[in-house]
């Protein structure tokens, strides 16, 4: 995989101690053209791992989170209703609810709480750099840096004791976070006065 940023490599070097079975690279791409938020994961070798399928008229960004036979693993979407706080819902493909990220109100960095059957995650970093590290009961699992390129991508770095499809669901939940964040501001900011 291309060079990693620094926190990633640091993470990547301290968990080696630390972790029994070992650690897993994803690289999460948004596709060139997509009208519904589509993207393809992948591991450090290239080879398609998941593929993540958005709907093209959805208030609550809706994506699909599908295996290689295109069966899906997980559905995410953003809460419709909300009062002052964002959120993003998780479900399996059962449709049972496995995970609610949400996002801190009051914080000079970007930080979420994640609700979800392995526990409680906290997940912290700088939005403006996309850097985030995830910890579960103090200890980090995983780290999720954002890649510069001319389309959206990111690095999940994840100890590989953990389900890889469900740290990818959340990070296309923070991102779905992030865009609706992104877009009602600039609607507030760009809107035209009548």
């Not at 992948?42 to 398609?48: A, H, S, T």
């Not at 609550?60 to 295109?70: A, I, S, V």
């Not at 990818?168 to 964040?181: E, F, Q, S, Y």
């Amino acid at each position: 995989m291309e060079k990693l940023c620094k926190k990633t490599l640091m993470f990547y070097n301290q968990s080696k101690q630390n972790v029994t079975g070992g650690i897993m690279e994803l690289l999460i791409k948004n596709k060139w053209i997509s009208f519904g938020g589509s993207s393809t994961v992948q591991d450090v070798n290239g080879n398609d791992v998941f593929f993540v399928k958005g709907r093209v008229f959805s208030f609550t960004r809706k994506k699909f989170l599908e295996g290689l036979d295109h069966v899906t693993k997980f559905v995410i979407r953003n809460k419709f209703w909300r009062i002052f706080q964002r959120k993003a819902l998780i479900y399996d493909a059962d449709g049972k609810q496995v995970a609610m990220v949400r996002r801190k109100i009051f914080s000079l960095h970007d930080h979420y709480f994640v609700t979800s059957s392995l526990g409680d995650l906290q997940i912290r970093g700088n939005i403006l750099q996309f850097d985030y590290s995830i910890t579960l009961n103090g200890k980090e699992i995983g780290h999720v840096a954002r890649r510069i390129s001319l389309r959206d991508s990111f690095v999940l770095t994840l100890d590989d004791d953990y389900d890889p499809a469900m740290f990818v669901a959340l990070v296309i939940a923070i991102d779905n976070i992030t865009d609706r964040k992104d877009s009602e501001s600039s609607s507030i900011s760009f809107g035209s006065s009548d």
